[in-house]
């Protein structure tokens, strides 16, 4: 299986610090027997999807796209926390010899080349 490559956090990062600040929530309102959804500021002082063209049919929808203003910055957080334990971790490892064919250097390649990616390494 190819290996994916480390994402990007900072163009998330950044549509998440030029969006509406949070959190949001999910809004129902009843239109007669039709129900639609919008999305405004925790504080009700703005709507972030307004309008009858915006309004969200589905309140799953509208729930996801509310907590995705304070989830994706917690994730992209927990992502960064992770990447620093695993930097952490592969600058704990002993240097191998990169000509070495011995199980310790071997091992010890492959688990530095197993952490890269998780460390973010090789991004741009
Ligand atoms: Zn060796």
Redesign the pocket.
Known sequence: MPEQSPLALEPIRARAEAATPGPWMAWREYHGPVTAWRICTHDGNREVVAGDEGAIESGDDAEFIAHARSDVPALVGEVERLRGRMREARALLPA??PN???????A?RRIGEAIAPAAGEGLA
């Open positions: 191998a010899d070495c064919v011995c199980c310790w250097c071997l010890t």
